[in-house]
């Protein structure tokens, strides 16, 4: 991905994935292993192959390493996505999060920014954060 770039779709809902796994100074095998179950199972992933992952997962780490690289990284999603798959570009988002290896400020604040350059309604992602939580809450023996 370089300045001239364009993107589709389904890799801009990666590069959105991949900018909320690296905030925090690198991917875990258990995000990727996320990344790779929702891009295997999701309709918005249709024509999407595991080896286009592992392509886009590291042209968008690399793009990430460039100068203003968030700041172009931010365009091309843009770009790519409809106002429907900017929602759904969020919601993976807070997959990758909420099933990472622990919460760490600098993945919430990159879903901060990533809610704001996506221009979503805040009830929209209230929404969209109460179902991740819930998806990803343990059993608790007690109960």
Same mark, same amino acid.
């Not at 993107?7 to 900018?19: D, G, K, S, Y």
């Not at 993945?107 to 805040?122: A, H, K």
């Given at each position: 991905?370089?300045?001239?770039?364009?993107?589709?779709a389904?890799?801009?809902?990666? *590069?959105?994935?991949?900018l909320v796994? =690296? &905030?925090?100074?690198?991917?875990? %095998?258990?995000?990727i292993?996320?990344? $790779?179950? #929702?891009?295997?199972?999701?309709?918005?992933?249709?024509?999407?192959?595991?080896?286009a *992952?592992?392509?886009v997962?590291?042209? =968008? &780490?690399?793009?990430?390493?460039? %100068?203003?690289?968030?700041?172009?990284? $931010?365009? #091309?999603?843009?770009?790519?996505l409809?106002?429907?798959?900017?929602?759904?570009?969020?919601?993976?988002?807070c997959?990758?999060? =909420?099933?990472?290896?622990?919460?760490?400020?600098?993945?919430?604040?990159m879903l901060d920014?990533?809610?704001?350059e996506?221009?979503?309604?805040?009830?929209?992602?209230?929404?969209?954060?109460?179902?991740v939580?819930a998806?990803?809450?343990?059993?608790?023996?007690?109960?």
């Amino acid at each position: 991905m370089r300045s001239t770039d364009s993107i589709n779709a389904p890799e801009a809902l990666v *590069l959105t994935m991949v900018l909320v796994s =690296a &905030a925090d100074g690198g991917m875990t %095998d258990r995000e990727i292993g996320i990344m $790779s179950g #929702l891009v295997q199972t999701l309709p918005a992933f249709q024509d999407f192959t595991s080896d286009a *992952l592992a392509s886009v997962t590291e042209r =968008a &780490a690399n793009l990430l390493h460039e %100068d203003e690289g968030l700041a172009h990284a $931010s365009r #091309l999603i843009c770009a790519a996505l409809s106002p429907k798959l900017r929602e759904t570009a969020y919601a993976l988002s807070c997959e990758v999060v =909420a099933g990472g290896e622990g919460t760490r400020r600098q993945s919430l604040e990159m879903l901060d920014f990533v809610r704001g350059e996506l221009g979503l309604d805040p009830l929209v992602t209230a929404a969209i954060e109460r179902g991740v939580r819930a998806r990803y809450h343990r059993v608790d023996p007690a109960e």
